[in-house]
């Protein structure tokens, strides 16, 4: 039999997973991309000897991983369990040496990182956030004993929302509202559906443990004071499988990714920006009235060149997918307004530096994550009142702490990130930029973070939220796509199988389950799925499961 084809826009982590589970469905795909290079926000900067990672750095649940390099060409494993029991063990957690698993060892090596994150307050004070929970008390202990009762209950709370929310309802595509309904009442009485900020607070008293448990949603795009408490999965999810590095840093996992694909027969094509998907009806022909069937048959780019394929995923921006690249006219229930109504995530400006090696460096850890005098106002302004504040928190990033390799000898690479509000604010980054990463650089050396910074400082550059909406087509410059709220979430999310357009799906981080690195991985997994059930793809080959995926 004839095989199909396929085409997946975007060489971003979901569609790099997208491409490698449609390979493995027995589909012939081809994956387009903008850039001259795969990884989306993951894409890496090279220049005067420094390796840059330009987006995402932090490596969590390496099982997700392991599973898309185990896959078969022709031996998808999408009826193999989704949280092997193996998986799930205090052993799983690997604290030290090396956590790669035997098909993730054929292309990219992974590290854990300890502490997950180091996390400095205004005052000076850190807390180093590791999910060992008897450490976790000494801390507390140390920086606020009046939470250490409350700890306990957090933890415990956490963890049935994680046991519900990852490993029992993470996969769940929620594509009728049926689906949405009937878990609802389980979220309710787990109290995931307040805001997670407020949860936090019926555990601790004290601003700074607030802080410590509720900020990782910004590493989403999620804003703690208004993402549902489901996020407090996060912690056990970081807690049970660590916090792993790619050593060469994310790229080589991006590389890795790519390889594992072209092993499988796939097509890369780069310098290849789409302008268009293709839409039909059955016939071949313009749909032409409401009752008209409206079916995806490839891409054109932007050069002129026509891809005829037989199904075509969109890895890109949700709203750029529909608003751009899809005429109005086949968008009834994506349409205008919809998409524009659809509230997006934050954006960023991410500062690349290098600089001379001090001795004092060794003070910061791999991750840092440094707070500003404000927490709840800053994040009003950052999210509802989108303004340039003056303080400001960031997290920075110095992989070199662990390989070397990726800066000169006796230099360091690294790079700190300051969530801003989106280009929905009118803000010109054009004259704000300048100063403002300025400002941030010297904060970090006049504060004794990096002291002599800008002395030692020998490369800089960086990106504001024009780059995320002109070279990344994020809609408003976004950085994680829709944004994560109770509202736009599960059902309320957009779909990852399009609603207006037959064969046309979506995957990443815009669509569900949502934004981070290991929900993209599900996400692809959720719509090869879907994939798999409306091409009839057989048990003989969804069940085909390779032996080294079994003993994961």
Do not use: C
Not at 2 to 19: N, P, T
Not at 257 to 279: A, P, T
Request: hydrophobic residues 40%.
């Amino acid at each position: 039999m004839e095989r199909k084809r396929a085409i997946v826009i975007g060489a971003g982590f979901g569609g790099l997973a997208m491409g490698i589970r449609l390979q493995s469905l027995g589909f012939d795909t081809t994956i387009v991309e903008k850039l001259d290079g795969p990884g989306g926000r993951a894409y890496v900067r090279k220049v005067d000897g420094f390796t840059f990672d330009m987006g995402p750095t932090v490596i969590t649940v390496p099982h997700f991983i392991e599973e898309l390099f185990a896959l078969e060409r022709d031996a998808a494993n999408l009826a193999a369990p989704d949280f092997p029991p193996e998986t799930l063990v205090p052993e799983a957690r690997v604290t030290s040496g090396i956590s790669s698993g035997p098909a993730t060892s054929k292309y990219v090596t992974l590290t854990p990182i300890l502490p997950f994150y180091r996390i400095y307050f205004d005052d000076g004070t850190f807390f180093d956030y590791d999910g060992d929970p008897e450490r976790t008390r000494e801390q507390i202990r140390a920086l606020a004993p009046e939470d250490l009762e409350g700890y306990e209950r957090f933890h415990a709370a956490a963890e049935a929302i994680f046991k519900r929310g990852f490993l029992e309802l993470g996969y769940t595509y929620f594509g009728d509202i049926g689906t949405m309904l009937r878990v609802v009442p389980d979220l309710v009485r787990l109290d995931a559906v307040r805001p997670l900020f407020s949860f936090v607070k019926r555990y601790f008293r004290n601003p700074k443990m607030q802080q410590v448990f509720s900020f990782e949603p910004l590493l989403i795009g999620g804003n703690p004071l208004q993402v549902p408490a489901i996020y407090a999965m996060i912690h056990f999810v970081e807690k049970t499988w660590g916090i792993h590095f790619a050593r060469g840093g994310t790229g080589a996992l991006v590389q890795g990714l790519v390889r594992k694909f072209e092993d499988l027969g796939g097509v890369m094509r780069y310098n290849s920006e789409v302008r268009r998907i293709i839409v039909t009806d059955e016939h071949g022909r313009e749909p032409r009235g409401l009752r008209a069937r409206r079916i995806a048959r490839g891409v054109e780019l932007a050069d002129g060149t026509r891809l005829e394929a037989d199904l075509v995923v969109s890895n890109g921006d949700y709203a750029t997918t529909y608003l751009r690249l899809i005429d109005r006219k086949h968008r009834r229930i994506n349409n205008d307004l919809r998409v524009r109504l659809a509230r997006q995530s934050m954006s960023l400006i991410v500062i690349y530096f290098g600089f001379r090696a001090d001795p004092r460096d060794a003070q910061l850890r791999h991750h840092n994550i440094i707070l500003g005098p404000r927490y709840e106002g800053l994040l009003e302004d950052i999210f509802n009142r989108k303004t340039l504040a003056d303080d400001f928190s960031q997290y920075l990033h110095i992989p070199t702490l662990t390989d070397p390799s990726l800066a000169p000898p006796g230099h360091h690479a690294a790079y700190t990130l300051v969530p801003v509000p989106h280009n929905g604010s009118g803000l010109n980054w054009s004259q704000l930029a300048e100063p403002f990463v300025d400002k941030v650089l010297r904060f970090l050396d006049e504060r004794g973070y990096l002291p002599g910074l800008m002395d030692r400082l020998v490369h800089k550059s960086y990106i504001t939220p024009d780059y995320f909406e002109g070279t990344l087509n994020s809609w408003l410059g976004n950085g994680f796509g829709v944004e994560p709220l109770l509202i736009q979430s599960a059902y309320f999310r957009p779909h990852n199988r399009s609603e207006d357009i037959e064969r046309l799906y979506l995957v990443g981080a815009s669509v569900q389950p949502g934004g981070g690195t290991p929900s993209v991985m599900m996400s692809a997994k959720m719509t090869a799925r879907v994939i798999a059930k409306d091409y009839g793809i057989p048990d003989s080959i969804v069940r085909r499961v390779p032996e080294s995926l079994q003993m994961v």
